[in-house]
């Protein structure tokens, strides 16, 4: 399919945006630019922070869905928002997360992880683990069924992601129904075909990529590492079935097939489907084209059959 028209169009716009001068300028240039794409506020049921014990304490904000029942334990997804572990927050993405609530009918658990390159790999990827077994071993209390918790998160959110299962299937963690993985970053390479194909001109480039890595991995050598770079790993057998969502006009959307591929191929039940027409961080998208109103019905379906 063709490059949606409308992000073609935003494209056009802004290719020639200044550049920040310092990572506090472009965290805040980031966190504005994506609110111009989002719309209108999405109404969920409620919005609640918490505080996971620890030191630090951990803040995790959760979007009970519209239309939710109050007396049922709702199904649960605990969330790393994406921005190449240095960039993003909880409140750039908190249409985002209230959009997915509604779709997916799943209580969101939003986590607002220390960001690199204050906090290197792994201590990003500690965060959303102790805020996933803080959510499994409070479900009675936040109003949630353990027994249907998933994992989720984009870009180097589902890297997150895809790593915390990884860390729950090794540490006998919390059992989870599934893992939704969008347009994940997977490996610390930067050779795939999408990656020569897209490396520039479609908003996320190889550069920022390599930036991105290098911001989190304090030593180039960690990049081997499999809770680092989920497709190193050795094995994935025994994972939770997974929902892999691959942007068409992004450098990483071969690492996702790749990855959901061995998923297949480790006997783990797994759904890859290209978002057409769109360009990586489309969640933040649906104000700027309806293109992107289709990242939120797949995620919906997928974790609608999430037993």
């Not at 020639?16 to 969920?44: C, F, I, K, M, W």
């Not at 921005?83 to 509604?102: E, H, I, M």
């Not at 480039?205 to 770079?229: H, I, N, V």
Request: with cysteine; net charge negative.
């Amino acid at each position: 399919m063709s490059l949606d028209p409308r992000i073609a169009a935003y494209l056009a716009r802004t290719q020639n945006a200044p550049q920040p001068a310092s990572l506090a300028e472009l965290r805040a240039a980031t966190d504005a630019g994506l609110r111009q794409l989002h719309g209108p506020l999405e109404a969920v049921a409620s919005v609640r922070d918490y505080a996971v014990p620890g030191e630090p304490a951990l803040a995790v904000r959760a979007y009970v869905p519209a239309g939710a029942d109050a007396a049922s334990a709702l199904p649960a997804m605990v969330f790393a928002h994406g921005g190449g572990w240095c960039l993003g927050s909880l409140d750039v993405y908190d249409n985002p997360c209230r959009a997915l609530a509604n779709a997916t009918g799943y209580v969101i658990f939003s986590v607002d992880y220390r960001l690199a390159p204050e906090h290197t790999f792994p201590v990003p990827l500690n965060d959303v683990y102790r805020a996933l077994c803080w959510v499994a071993g409070h479900a009675a209390d936040l109003g949630i069924d353990a027994r249907r918790l998933a994992v989720g998160g984009d870009s180097a959110g589902g890297n997150l992601a895809a790593a915390a299962a990884l860390m729950a299937r090794d540490r006998n963690g919390p059992a989870l129904v599934h893992q939704l993985l969008l347009y994940p970053a997977l490996d610390f390479a930067f050779d795939t075909p999408s990656y020569q194909r897209y490396a520039d001109g479609y908003s996320l480039t190889r550069e920022a990529m390599r930036f991105c890595w290098a911001s989190y991995l304090a030593d180039p050598a960690d990049g081997k590492q499999p809770y680092a770079a989920p497709l190193r790993a050795p094995s994935l057998r025994g994972l939770p079935p997974a929902t892999v969502l691959v942007c068409e006009y992004d450098p990483l959307h071969d690492e996702g097939v790749a990855y959901a591929q061995r998923l297949q191929q480790a006997g783990v039940a797994v759904q890859c489907l290209r978002l057409d027409g769109l360009i990586h961080a489309a969640i933040h998208m649906l104000g700027l084209t309806p293109g992107a109103r289709q990242l939120f019905e797949h995620a919906g379906t997928a974790l609608s059959s999430a037993v």
